[in-house]
């Protein structure tokens, strides 16, 4: 079965600095992953996917994720945060069945200005 | 494209009410939605997936009979909270299923049950 892993429930980080969201996974297969965000009271918005092709992969808003095979990783990353990235993101897997799409718990990011 | 509509986005209802919400997909179809419950900081628990032109399949746990279900349509699965009580508030969330995008969200509803 898929699981998924954000091992930080909060990180804070400094307008400007780079800022990076932890996200491992366990999935058979070949994974298909994603990062979503959720602004206070909004639905999910899609940032960013991994299907295949180059390991880094550009995204909206600045960010970009590293999918690592070997690590089973798939971190978030941004060069210089912003205030307005405070969100919670979630990172989610599925399989290349396209089954079983599965969300991590969420990791809340505060940027302090 | 992959947008999915959810309306409303607040609603408040008094006790004993039911409360229908309705997940679109503008520019797909969506043989597939999925209804999400949120509470606050945690993260999604998927409460049933909906099929078009069948039964939804509900995850253990999850109360039919209060959270009726129906996808009439390629494009349109609702949600109705039935009798509606303080402990249904909660903010509730749909998707759709596109293998390419992952799920593409609604934009949520908050029920508030008073």
């Known amino acids: 079965a898929q699981s998924v892993a954000q091992p930080e429930d909060q990180v804070n980080v400094a307008e400007g600095n780079p800022l990076t969201v932890k996200c491992t996974y366990s999935?058979?297969?070949?994974?298909?992953l994603f990062w979503y965000v959720q602004y206070p009271n909004r639905g999910l918005q899609f940032l960013l996917k991994?299907?295949?092709?180059?390991?880094l992969v550009k995204g909206s808003y600045g960010f970009e994720a590293e999918f690592n095979k070997s690590q089973t990783s798939f971190h978030l990353k941004k060069p210089s945060a912003l205030v307005s990235d405070s969100a919670l993101y979630f990172c989610?897997?599925?399989?290349?069945?396209?089954?079983?799409?599965?969300f991590g718990p969420g990791t809340r990011l505060s940027v302090l200005p | 494209g992959a947008v999915v509509s959810q309306h409303p986005s607040r609603v408040i209802c008094k006790s004993g009410t039911s409360v229908k919400i309705e997940c679109r997909s503008l520019d797909f179809q969506a043989t597939t939605m999925f209804w999400y419950r949120q509470f606050p900081k945690q993260s999604l628990m998927l409460m049933a997936t909906?099929?078009?032109?069948?039964?939804?399949?509900?995850e253990q746990g999850v109360e039919k009979d209060k959270f009726l279900i129906n996808h009439a349509s390629l494009t349109l699965s609702t949600l109705t909270v039935t009798s509606a009580h303080p402990e249904d508030s909660s903010f509730y969330i749909c998707?759709?299923?596109?293998?390419?995008?992952?799920?593409?969200f609604g934009s949520g509803t908050r029920l508030t049950v008073v």
């Open positions: 909906s099929n078009e032109g069948s039964k939804a399949t509900y």
């Open positions: 999935v058979s297969g070949n994974p298909y």
């Open positions: 991994y299907i295949t092709g180059d390991n």
């Open positions: 998707s759709a299923d596109r293998v390419d995008y992952g799920y593409t």
């Open positions: 989610a897997v599925r399989d290349n069945y396209g089954q079983n799409f599965v």
